[in-house]
């Protein structure tokens, strides 16, 4: 069943990010100017009176307040994005580790089971690949091909099985192929994990609440510019947070270092690389080996 997305989540997740930025930027403006306008019609509603003072020290205290709450709001946001990427990035090493570690654990069955998962961990590796950088268009796609990819490494693993299943080696090459399989859900579900629909609004509206705030407080040609500079850092910040729970399509995405170094390592050294295996042998290896 497909996962379904909020209207708000795909105007963050799948807008252009220029266009967010115009967006969110724009709103906060407009709420100051909003502001700025109630502020003109208040004075120009009232004669100065001794309370002027008064509300004048008061409105200082009440940016102080808001600004330091959408401060601790923004930041509360930031670390659950963040939170977020970093599972994103840990997953990437995860699962290089099982596919490789399942590579070279395949170098131990006999032909042509060898050869054949060897190729098809390889293919799937390059599929995992691509998907971290793939288009909502061809995101599908791949995705098909991967969970096809995942289908065909089990069924091979399944006609393997008899020829080391008398072998110490067959049960940790079964839980290698597993990890193998249990990182691709786990890499799926960590794409799939942003930052809730209702904490972003609960956020817009509160940073368009604090533009209407400093539209009506800051006054004077420094208060507007101060205004200004305010207004563009939360923008900013906001912005920044939406980048990083975008994984495919923001500018900061996790590092795939370590599937190009595992996509190196397997096109460079095929099956042939480690030697032949006698037909219907297999070596032992030792438990709690790293290969």
Known sequence: ????????????????????????????????????????WQNSARANSPEDDIGERQEGHIVAAVLGLLA????????????????RRERVLSEANAIGTTYLRTQLLAEPYRSRISSLLTDYADTRLQLASASRTNEARLLHRNDRSIIEL??????????????????SYIEAMNAVIDSDAARKVARKAHVPSEVYLVLLLYQ??????LGYVLVGRNGRISAILLIVLFST???????????TTGWIRESQAPMIRLQEFLHAN???????????????????SGG
């Open 154 to 171: 089990w069924k091979a693993t399944v006609a393997a099985f008899p020829t080391v299943k008398p072998y110490d080696f067959s049960n």
């Open 270 to 288: 095929p099956p042939s690389t480690f030697g032949g295996q006698l037909p219907g042998t297999a070596l032992r290896v030792p438990s709690g």
């Open 72 to 87: 601790l709001l923004t930041g509360f946001t930031f670390a659950l994005a963040l939170e977020r990427y970093d599972t």
């Open 237 to 247: 910040a906001l912005l920044l947070i939406i980048d990083i729970d975008r994984p």
């Open 208 to 213: 368009f609440g604090t533009g209407f705030v």
């Open 1 to 40: 069943m497909p996962v379904t997305e909020s209207p708000l989540d795909r105007l963050l997740l799948q807008s252009p990010f220029w266009l967010l930025g115009i967006l969110i930027l724009g709103a906060m403006i407009a709420a100051a100017l909003i502001g700025w306008r109630a502020r003109l």
